[in-house]
């Protein structure tokens, strides 16, 4: 049913059992399976800094470092699953993480997009956001979300 299945990760618990769970899948699927990691706009948390002497390159610098780790760490966690991913960091320029989810989904053909979903409620939500929720309203194809419980939300 599914040939091509795309994995959003962050490096939390919820994102490792969606993994997980898509791991299982492709397999099961003789699917292919591609792992993204999207790269926050490090510039948002400077519009908000009154400090103007971060420095930037640095911080850009370790925003794509921290996201090459989450992806060599979802690789292996995917390949302990006998599933061989696909890898992609994406850097979006001025776009939600959400955004680009579908972006990547729709260029790379996806037949199913799996994330985790950390569950915020209330005000942590509203000060969050929710990248699931904004993928949902746009997603390109069906949308998998697992709890951090583990559960399909």
Do not use: K
């Amino acid at each position: 049913m599914y040939r091509r299945i795309l994995v959003a990760v962050d490096g939390s618990r919820p994102s490792d059992l969606a993994l997980t769970h898509a791991a299982g899948l492709a397999r099961e699927q003789d699917a292919l399976l591609r792992l993204i990691h999207v790269i926050e706009d490090p510039y948002w948390y400077l519009r908000f800094a009154a400090a103007a002497s971060l420095d930037a390159a640095a911080l850009e610098r370790a925003w794509r470092e921290a996201g090459t780790g989450i992806l060599a760490a979802a690789a292996r966690l995917a390949n302990d699953l006998a599933a061989a991913p696909e890898l992609a960091l994406l850097e979006p320029a001025g776009e939600s993480v959400a955004a680009a989810v579908v972006a990547e989904a729709e260029r790379w053909s996806a037949d199913l997009i799996v994330m985790g979903t950390h569950g915020n409620r209330g005000v942590e939500r509203l000060l969050l956001g929710s990248v699931a929720e904004g993928v949902a309203r746009t997603a390109p194809c069906p949308l998998l979300l697992l709890r951090a419980n583990g559960q399909a939300a």
